[in-house]
């Protein structure tokens, strides 16, 4: 187990979180960059995401737990197994979209809509927000 994965799981309580076990892309030896931020943290409440990352709120309007994936290629990007990241606010950075998020592993299942570059979503609707296990 990485560094990144012992911290990363030392602080899970709630929210489930991407690491690089977590989330691995089928046959790669390295996993994404991935950075928690718990709710109420001043990283959390910042309403912006680096240019090469994608950020993904629990909450609307950017509130909530916060994870900042930052990944190459368009790989797709497995979460805990058995877990959900429910995403309700979302921002691409300036060099990074999303192809899709998934309610299933290995990218299946019922997709989400794409993200351009350099978007802000402040709400994906819906009582849940949309509930995803990978990420492409």
């Known amino acids: 187990m990485n560094k990144l994965t012992k911290s990363v799981l030392g602080v899970l309580v709630a929210a489930p979180v991407l690491t ?5 892309p089928g046959n790669a030896s390295t996993g994404p960059s991935i950075e928690l931020a718990r709710a109420g943290s ?8 680096p240019a090469n990352a994608v950020c993904l709120w629990t909450g609307t309007r950017f509130r909530g737990d916060k994870i900042t994936v930052r990944k190459d290629g368009s790989a797709c990007w497995n979460y805990r197994p058995g877990y959900i990241f429910p995403v309700k606010s979302l921002i691409t950075g300036r060099n990074r979209g999303i192809a899709a998020m998934r309610t299933k ?5 019922t997709p989400s809509a794409s993200y351009a570059k350099n978007v802000k979503v402040r709400s994906l609707g819906g009582r849940y927000g949309f509930q995803m296990k990978s990420i492409r």
């Not at 592993?105 to 299942?109: A, P, S, T, V």
């Open 105 to 109: 592993k290995d990218c299946r299942g």
């Open 20 to 24: 690089s076990v977590m989330a691995t």
């Open 42 to 49: 001043a990283e959390a409440m910042a309403a912006s995401c």
